[in-house]
C-alpha cells in the first residue's frame, strides 16, 4: 500500500528558490499600485509622531555602498517605529547646489563664461533634477519606503525662500557679518572653502629656514643680527609683514661663522643639528616678550617686518619664530590685526601672484616656491631647502590644494553663541559617545564659518547695496526676496535688476540716486543642507521640530550635523535633533577606501542584482555600522547563506500549516505540551529582545538573535522533532494542532519582526501565511510580548534539559562516524545517570525519544552501571545502539510491533491505528 497518501506532509506554494532579483521588482510594482507608504501614514496617524529627518545626499551620480548603508538604517528605524506603536513619516531629501555640479557641466563641453548666469543655472538644475531621478529610482530599489513623490530638494523655490528668512533671522541677530579675513581658498574651485569641505592628503612641500636681518634691535638685540624662521610655504614670503615670537620662551642669540642668528633655545640642538653647524656660541639669551617691536627687514622686498607677540607659536618644530603672513593664515591675521600690521594677499582667484608682489606677478603660488626660494638664496637669506612630506589641505571636491587667502567674505559668527552650541550638544542623546566628544570640540575651537562662495549654482546671499557702500539687510528685504524666490525660484536674482528685487518705493540714505546693487556671491552648500530643519521639519505638517534623530555617515560631524546645529541655535535657540547617530565609512577588505582607480568598488546595484536587496539589507543588519564597515564579495556570499536559512525556515512552517485555521484550530497556551510552551516562552522573550534592539538601534543583535533563533530553537531543534507529529497524527490531533498553534505564532512574529529589514520577504511571506487579514505586513505592529505564569519555570527546565540534549547529539554523532547506526531513527539511546539526572528526566510527560527523533529512548540504570567505551561526562553515560525491531514503513521507527496489524502489516501499532480510523479511505 501507499501509505504517503495518509501522510500530512507540507504543502504550500511558496517557492523555495528567491529568486530575489527577479521578484523585488513585482513586489515593489504591487507597492507603487496600492501606495503603500500612504496607507502606512493613513494607518498610524494619530499616534505619536517619530521623525527622522533625512540628510540629504548630493544630487550626482549613482549611488554607492556608503548611501545604501545609510539609507537602508535609515529605511529599519522608520519601519520599526511606524511597527512600533509611532506615526514615522519619511521625507527623503537631496542636496542640489554646489561646485561639483557645475564642474560636470564643464567636463560636457558647457562653456558657462559664453552664455548667462541664468542659461548657466538652467542647466545645472536640469541635471540636478536628472540625478535626483536616478539616486531615487536606485534608494526604491533597495527598498526603502518614503515620501518619494515630495521629497525636499534644496533647489525647490519654497525651500530656498526658508533657507533666506533662516540667513536674514542670523543677520538680524547680529551674526552674519562681511570682512577681510583669510580663508580656506581653492585655486582649482576658484571660491572660499568651508573647513566642511577640506580633506587631508600627504602632499610633498618645500622645506626652507630662512635670516630676516635685524634693522632696529629696540636696545635688546644688535642691528645685523639674523631672525631664523622655519617655513613649508616659501610662495607666502612675499607678503611676510612680521614675524612671531612666544612671550614666554627663552630665545637665544648664537654666533656662528661671525653671523648671529636669534631662535627659540629649545630648538637650538635640532636646528644645529638640521643646518650642519659644526660649532656654535651662544652669545645670549632673552624672553620672548623683550623682542615685541623689534624691527627686521624683509629678505628682498624694501619694507619692515615687525617682531609681534603670539600665543600660537610652539616648539613643536621650526625655530620658535614664525614668519607672519596675516593674508595667508587665520593666526598670523589676528596678530597682524593686535599689531596693525595690515594684510597683504598677493594671489588671485586662480591662485596667481598679482602684481603686489614684484618680481613673482604671473606665476602660479605652487611654482613660485621654487622662484621665490631661488632669490632669498640670491640675497643671501636662505640658510638651508629640504623637503618633507606632510599633511595638508585638499578641496575635497577637486582632491587640489588650497591656501590660505584673505578675502571679503560673509561669515556666520561663531562666538556669540558658542556656549548654547555647546550646551545643546550635551542636551542631545548620542548613541556613540565619541561623536558626541568629537562635536564638542569641533565647536569649542572653531573660526567663524565662512558661508560665501564665489560660484553661480547656489543659493545668492540676499545683500544689497546702496551707493555709499553700505549693506543692506532688513526684515522687508529679506522678506520680500525670500516671497521673490519662492514664487519664481532664485534665478530671479540674476535675472532682475536690483531696483526690481527691492520692495516697491524701497529708499535708503546711503543711496540719495535710488541706485542700488546686489551681492554676486552665493551661499555655502552647507548653509543650504543646515538650512533643511527649518525649510522642512517646520514647513511640512507630517513633520515637528526638533527632529528625534538624525543618522548620518561620521564625516557629517563636521558637516551637516554641525552646519544644522550652529543656523537652529542662532534661529531657533535649540538643536534641531534630540538624539543623533553616525555610521561609519565602507571599505573593501583590506580597509582602504574605495575607488575606480583601485578597481575595488562593489556597487550596490551589483549586489541587488547577484543577491537582491534583501540580502544587501540583511547584510547592513549584520554589520557593527557604527565603525567603518568592510565591503567584499564573499559578506554577501554568507549572509545570502543565512537568507537561505531563513527563507526555508519560513517555507518549512508555511508549508505545515496549510491545514491550520488560526481562529479555529489555534489551542490555548494552558493546553499546550510544556515543550510547545517553551518555544512560546523562548519566541516572546525573542520578540522582547529585538524591540529593545530597534529601539536602540542596534540593528547586529536583531541580525544574530533571529538567525539562532531560526536556526537553533528553530530548524534544528523544535521544527525538526515536529515532524513526527505534523506528518504522522491525523490531522486534528490536539498535539498536531498544539505544534501548529506554536508554529503559527512563531511565523506570524518573526515575520513582523523581520518586515523592516528583509522587506521584500516579510511581504512574500505574508501573502501565504492563514488566516492573516492586512493586505501587507506593513500594514501590522510588532507583536506584544507576553509573559506566563510559568515561564521562569519552563525556561529553567527546558533550557537544562537542552544542555543535556546537547550530550545526546554528541553521542549520536559518535555513533554515526563509528557506522554503528545509520539515520537517529535507527537508534536507541540508553542513559546511564545519577539519581539527580534520573528524577529530573523522570519530570517529563513529553516522549523523549521522538524529542531525541531516535526510535527509543531508555534510562538504563545508574551512572556506576554504564558500560565501558561509551560517552560519559561526570553526571550521565549514553550507550548508542540499533533499535530493536522493523522499520515502521509509515514514520519511519523502528519498533518491535511493526508487523502486530493484520491489515496493516508494515506499519507500527501507532500508525495502523491512525491509519485505520482517519485515511483508510485513501488507500481504497
Request: hydrophobic share 35%; charged share 30%.
Amino acid at each position: 500500500m501507499d501509505y504517503k497518501k495518509t501522510l500530512l506532509m507540507p504543502k504550500t506554494d511558496f517557492p523555495m528558490k528567491a529568486n530575489l532579483p527577479k521578484k523585488e521588482p513585482e513586489i515593489q510594482e504591487k507597492w507603487e499600485t496600492m501606495r503603500i507608504y500612504e496607507k502606512v501614514q493613513a494607518r498610524t496617524k494619530g499616534r505619536k509622531k517619530f521623525v527622522l529627518h533625512d540628510g540629504p545626499p548630493y544630487a550626482n551620480g549613482d549611488i554607492h555602498m556608503g548611501h545604501a548603508l545609510n539609507k537602508i538604517l535609515k529605511d529599519f528605524i522608520v519601519r520599526s517605529k511606524s511597527m512600533s506603536g509611532y506615526d514615522a513619516p519619511y521625507v527623503p531629501g537631496w542636496d542640489t547646489h554646489g561646485l561639483p555640479i557645475e564642474q560636470v557641466l564643464v567636463n560636457k563641453g558647457v562653456d558657462r563664461k559664453r552664455m548667462s548666469a541664468t542659461e548657466f543655472r538652467k542647466l545645472c538644475e536640469k541635471y540636478a533634477l536628472e540625478q535626483v531621478d536616478n539616486q531615487r529610482r536606485q534608494f526604491k530599489r533597495l527598498g526603502v519606503r518614503g515620501d518619494w513623490d515630495r521629497p525636499y530638494l534644496t533647489l525647490d523655490p519654497k525651500y530656498e525662500a526658508q533657507q533666506i528668512r533662516v540667513f536674514g533671522e542670523m543677520a538680524k541677530k547680529g551674526y552674519i557679518y562681511k570682512g577681510l579675513k583669510p580663508v580656506y581658498w581653492s585655486p582649482s574651485s576658484e571660491s572660499a572653502l568651508a573647513e566642511a569641505e577640506i580633506e587631508y592628503k600627504d602632499k610633498r612641500s618645500p622645506s626652507i629656514y630662512v635670516a630676516f636681518a635685524v634693522k632696529d634691535g629696540k636696545g635688546v638685540l644688535e642691528e645685523g643680527t639674523k631672525i631664523m624662521i622655519w617655513t613649508t610655504t616659501p610662495w607666502t614670503i612675499p607678503a611676510n609683514l612680521g614675524i612671531a615670537v612666544h612671550p614666554e620662551f627663552a630665545y637665544a642669540v648664537v654666533e656662528v661663522k661671525g653671523e648671529k642668528y636669534l631662535l627659540a633655545e629649545d630648538l637650538l640642538q635640532d636646528v644645529a643639528r638640521e643646518l650642519e653647524w659644526e660649532t656654535y656660541e651662544r652669545v645670549k639669551t632673552v624672553r620672548g616678550e623683550q623682542l615685541e617691536y623689534v624691527v627686521a627687514k624683509h629678505p628682498f622686498y624694501d619694507r619692515d617686518s615687525l617682531v609681534v607677540l603670539g600665543e600660537h607659536v610652539t616648539k613643536d618644530s621650526g625655530t620658535g619664530c614664525v614668519h607672519t603672513a596675516p593674508g595667508h593664515g587665520e593666526e598670523d591675521f589676528y596678530v597682524g590685526q593686535k599689531y596693525g600690521l595690515g594684510v597683504l594677499s598677493p594671489i588671485d582667484d586662480r591662485g596667481y601672484f598679482t602684481k603686489e608682489a614684484p618680481g613673482f606677478e604671473g606665476l602660479f603660488y605652487d611654482e613660485a616656491n621654487k622662484a621665490v626660494t631661488k632669490k632669498l638664496e640670491e640675497v643671501g637669506a636662505l640658510l638651508k631647502l629640504g623637503f618633507i612630506t606632510h599633511s595638508y589641505p585638499h578641496d575635497w571636491r577637486t582632491k587640489k590644494p588650497v591656501i590660505f587667502r584673505a578675502t571679503m567674505q560673509w561669515f556666520a559668527s561663531i562666538d556669540p553663541i558658542r556656549e548654547q552650541l555647546l550646551k545643546e550638544i550635551q542636551n542631545v542623546r548620542w548613541y556613540t559617545k565619541w561623536g558626541e566628544t568629537r562635536l564638542y570640540n569641533m565647536i569649542r575651537d572653531r573660526g567663524d564659518w565662512c558661508i560665501s562662495r564665489q560660484r553661480l549654482w547656489g543659493v545668492p546671499i540676499p545683500v544689497f547695496y546702496a551707493e555709499n557702500g553700505e549693506a543692506i539687510i532688513t526684515d522687508e528685504t529679506i522678506e520680500h526676496v525670500a516671497q521673490l524666490f519662492e514664487r519664481h525660484g532664485s534665478n530671479i536674482w540674476f535675472e532682475w535688476d536690483a531696483k526690481d528685487l527691492l520692495p516697491e518705493g524701497f529708499e535708503h540714505p546711503g543711496s540719495p540716486n535710488g541706485i542700488f546693487r546686489k551681492e554676486k556671491d552665493i551661499m555655502d552648500v552647507w548653509f543650504d543642507s543646515g538650512s533643511s530643519h527649518y525649510a522642512v521639519l517646520k514647513t511640512r505638517e507630517e513633520l515637528h521640530h526638533p527632529a528625534d534623530v538624525y543618522l548620518e555617515g561620521s564625516d557629517q560631524y563636521r558637516g551637516w550635523f554641525n552646519s544644522s546645529l550652529i543656523t537652529s541655535v542662532a534661529v531657533l535657540g535649540h538643536a534641531p535633533y534630540r538624539a543623533v547617530l553616525s555610521n561609519g565609512f565602507t571599505v573593501d577588505g583590506e580597509g582602504r577606501k574605495m575607488s575606480k582607480s583601485l578597481g575595488n568598488v562593489i556597487s550596490p546595484e551589483e549586489i541587488t542584482r547577484q543577491f537582491g536587496a534583501d540580502v544587501l539589507r540583511l547584510w547592513v543588519s549584520s554589520v557593527d555600522y557604527t565603525a567603518d564597515v568592510k565591503v567584499f564579495m564573499d559578506n554577501f556570499k554568507q549572509v545570502s547563506e543565512v537568507y537561505r536559512k531563513i527563507r526555508n525556515t519560513f517555507r518549512f512552517m508555511l508549508g505545515n500549516l496549510a491545514d491550520f485555521d488560526p481562529e479555529k484550530d489555534a489551542v490555548p497556551y494552558e493546553r499546550l505540551r510544556e515543550v510547545d510552551r517553551y518555544m512560546l516562552v523562548k519566541l516572546n522573550r525573542l520578540i522582547r529582545t529585538i524591540r529593545s534592539c530597534y529601539d536602540n538601534y542596534n540593528f547586529s543583535d536583531i541580525y544574530h538573535e533571529i538567525n539562532k533563533f531560526m536556526t537553533v530553537d528553530l530548524s534544528a531543534f523544535y521544527l525538526d522533532f515536529a515532524k513526527d507529529v505534523l506528518y504522522i497524527e491525523e490531522m486534528n490531533s490536539p498535539a498536531r494542532r498544539a505544534m501548529q498553534t506554536v508554529i503559527y505564532e512563531c511565523l506570524t512574529a518573526t515575520v513582523k519582526l523581520l518586515a523592516p529589514i528583509l522587506v521584500h520577504t516579510a511581504e512574500e511571506v505574508w501573502g501565504y501565511i492563514p488566516g492573516v487579514k492586512e493586505e501587507s505586513v506593513q500594514l501590522t505592529d510588532f507583536p506584544e510580548a507576553r509573559t506566563f505564569e510559568d515561564e521562569e519555570k519552563i525556561l529553567q527546565k527546558w533550557d537544562r534539559f537542552m544542555k543535556l540534549r546537547d550530550h545526546v547529539l554528541k553521542a549520536l554523532e559518535l555513533a554515526r562516524n563509528e557506522k554503528r547506526i545509520g539515520k537517529s531513527l535507527e537508534a536507541k539511546v540508553s542513559m546511564y545517570v545519577t539519581p539527580e539526572i534520573r528524577q529530573f528526566l523522570d519530570s517529563f510527560r513529553e516522549n523523549l525519544g521522538q524529542i531525541f527523533i531516535v526510535s527509543k529512548f531508555e534510562i538504563a540504570g545508574s551512572l556506576e552501571e554504564a558500560p565501558d567505551g561509551v560517552y560519559q561526562t561526570d553526571q550521565l553515560a549514553i550507550a548508542v545502539s540499533k533499535a530493536d525491531g522493523e522499520t515502521c514503513q509509515r514514520c519511519w521507527m523502528v519498533t518491535t510491533d511493526v508487523g502486530t496489524d493484520e491489515e496493516h502489516p508494515t506499519l507500527c501499532r501507532r500508525c495502523a491505528s491512525i491509519v485505520r480510523e482517519h485515511y483508510a479511505h485513501l488507500l481504497q
